[in-house]
């Protein structure tokens, strides 16, 4: 007897239920596979169906409608197509709304600068009058010779020797902390040294996680400097976390403070007499138990972003404190410092628990 | 024969199993790299890219004229222009597909795809917010089996949303064919969806790609001969698969949103009725 294939009968079963957590996006057409139907099989459905979760409401993606009432004002992160009046998103990112102002807020993005923000940057370019730092951000920012303090004494003007010996003060691939002084109209950011706290960085490690612009990362707080206590025998350490994602950790020196006493002078001439010491690039000596710290100290950082936690003050000294405890448990002791993969998992978990 | 007309028009199967009107299954994933700053990897069928994302981000020194020719197109003058230039590269591995092949730069088929993916982007992600800028994005081929260039733009379109790039909306790509080849003339061809490796040997095929929900068609590639009269069905099939490969990504994207919401990492944000106005 013959073999007939009968062609297949077109049905078209409801749709499964989409479960979104599942994050497998194997229902590649309505009408085709097998269908489970968790009510029918009397299993419970796992999960509650997330787009009626009041979190995710304002979660949108690249062209969702936000709004088509012309009342509200466009921000970041959407734009109006031509001949309507919809405010529709640019990007996969959370709703914000300031008054009448409907901006996005991306879930990831570079840097962007803001005037005041506290940076940490690599020199990338030396020019005739300024050099070009490496922000992490959509464009180089830049820091004209006139912005920061120049060595010698009261604030005197720059004059042509300064310009010709650019790169005694900072050469390519010297890390600087500074302040965002100005922006332009495209984005890109004008730096300032003026400051006995911002200068060239010696003397500890360099730690680039993202920043500002959207998911985990450093975020703009009060203080982004602080001078925290090593232990395991380690020294003072300071921390700089600079807004744009970039982290510098260093051993701490009380250069500026001996100088003062040495000289028995007030606050007020202070920054007039920034010697040439501050733009040197020698490191002083470090010891081996304050080095440990410094990179347990980078190892709490760099896991607090891979696990998808805030970077600031108050989760770095309680990640150091939870981290050291952690490595006073394991065989090796202090000598521990390792912090990816679990353990990172494990020092998160904890500080989430408090 | 890939595709026995005879069991086609008995079964309405194709060789894989699938009817004319289903798509592979498809599989992506966001940040997969986490230094860049934005990844993805998909997988259409058998066909598996990878692509990571560079920028927006100053333009570096000026490659030579092998590689800005290759890669450039998109944006136009680069560094100086008011628009960013979006540069594709396209590396296809050696061992992707059946036959050991090795492609080098030159590669006027790859050339081709990246000026293609580049020209598309480039018009659909908002440039004009990034001046003397470049975004960089590079792809990577494992394996082959069809649908490449659908699968190389819904990599990137992917990459470029976690890498926070304002765009008008998804670039979601895939390819249709025809049942029948162009010397056969059958006049019940169907038109076919989500062409494998085999059947895009045999027959007649286009990658269609489209903006979003939306029947606006962004890119469109024809390499084989079809009739005229059979277009216009495969068009139809092509930008219906586009409509649901959105549908695909955008679950992925969102997956990812709601992830980061419940760990805690971006706020849940305040909405339109959030709060009465002031």
């Not at chain 2, 590639?221 to 139809?236: K, N, P, T």
Request: charged share 20%; aromatic share 4%.
């Amino acid at each position: 007897m013959p073999i007939t294939i009968l062609p297949p009968k077109f049905s078209h079963p409801p749709p499964p239920p989409q479960d979104i957590s599942d994050s497998d996006s194997d229902l590649s057409s309505d009408d085709g596979g097998a269908h489970l139907d968790f009510a029918s099989l009397g299993l419970p459905n796992r999960k509650p169906n997330p787009a009626n979760n009041p979190l995710f409401t304002n979660l949108v993606t690249p062209g969702t409608l936000i709004t088509p009432d012309p009342q509200w004002m466009r921000g970041h992160g959407t734009y109006i197509p031509p001949h309507t009046t919809h405010i529709t998103s640019s990007l996969a990112g959370i709703i914000t709304r300031t008054n009448k102002l409907i901006s996005v807020s991306p879930l990831r993005a570079r840097y962007t600068p803001e005037v005041g923000d506290l940076v940490v940057g690599r020199i990338v370019e030396v020019q005739a009058k300024r050099w070009r730092v490496d922000v992490g951000s959509v464009q180089l920012a830049s820091l004209p010779l006139s912005a920061i303090n120049l060595p010698g004494g009261i604030l005197r003007k720059r004059t042509e020797t300064d310009e010709l010996q650019i790169r005694t003060f900072f050469a390519e691939g010297d890390l600087v902390v500074a302040e965002v002084q100005q922006l332009f109209q495209d984005g890109g950011a004008v730096l300032h040294t003026r400051s006995l706290k911002y200068g060239k960085l010696r003397n500890g490690l360099f730690a680039a996680v993202s920043g500002v612009g959207g998911g985990s990362g450093v975020v703009r707080s009060r203080r982004q400097v602080w001078t925290m206590e090593g232990q395991n025998g380690g020294g003072k350490m300071d921390v700089i976390l600079g807004v744009n994602g970039y982290v510098w950790i260093s051993k701490h020196v009380e250069q500026v403070a001996k100088e003062l006493e040495q000289k028995h002078m007030g606050i007020t001439n202070m920054e007039e007499n920034v010697s040439a010491g501050v733009y040197s690039s020698q490191n002083d000596p470090i010891d081996s138990d304050t080095m440990r710290e410094i990179t347990r100290l980078r190892g709490v950082v760099t896991a607090l972003v891979e696990n998808g936690c805030r970077v600031d003050e108050d989760m770095v000294i309680r990640g150091y404190a939870e981290a050291c405890e952690m490595a006073m448990l394991s065989e090796t002791g202090p000598e521990d410092i390792y912090l990816g993969g679990q353990r990172g998992e494990e020092l998160t978990r904890a500080l989430r628990g408090n | 024969m890939p595709l026995d007309t005879s069991t086609y028009n008995l079964a309405l199967l194709r060789v894989d199993g699938r009817r004319w009107n289903e798509l592979r299954r498809i599989h992506a994933q966001i940040r997969t790299q986490a230094a860049a700053d934005g990844s993805s990897y998909l997988e259409m069928g058998h066909t598996k890219v990878m692509c990571v994302v560079t920028g927006p981000s100053e333009p570096g020194p000026r490659r030579g004229v092998a590689g800005a020719g290759g890669g450039g197109g998109g944006g136009g003058a680069g560094g100086q222009s008011k628009e960013a230039e979006v540069v594709v590269n396209i590396v296809i591995a050696g061992f992707s597909s059946v036959d050991r092949k090795r492609r080098g730069r030159g590669d006027k088929r790859t050339l081709e795809m990246q000026s293609t993916l580049s020209n598309t982007l480039a018009a659909t992600l908002h440039t004009h917010l990034f001046p003397h800028s470049q975004i960089n994005i590079s792809l990577h081929v494992l394996s082959q089996d069809g649908s490449l260039l659908a699968a190389l733009i819904n990599a990137a379109t992917l990459a470029c949303v976690d890498a926070g790039i304002p765009m008008t909306d998804y670039v979601t790509a895939c390819t249709a064919g025809s049942t029948s080849t162009y010397a056969a003339n059958d006049e019940g061809a169907d038109p076919l969806l989500d062409l494998n490796h085999q059947e895009e040997q045999e027959l007649p095929g286009l990658t269609v790609a489209t903006l979003g929900d939306s029947d606006k068609v962004v890119a469109l590639v024809c390499e084989s001969r079809v009739q005229i009269s059979r277009l216009e069905g495969m068009l139809a099939v092509g930008v219906d698969g586009c409509k649901q490969v959105r549908e695909i990504l955008d679950q992925v994207i969102k997956a990812q949103g709601q992830k980061m919401i419940l760990e805690g990492t971006v706020d849940k944000g305040t909405g339109l009725n959030d709060m009465d106005l002031d």
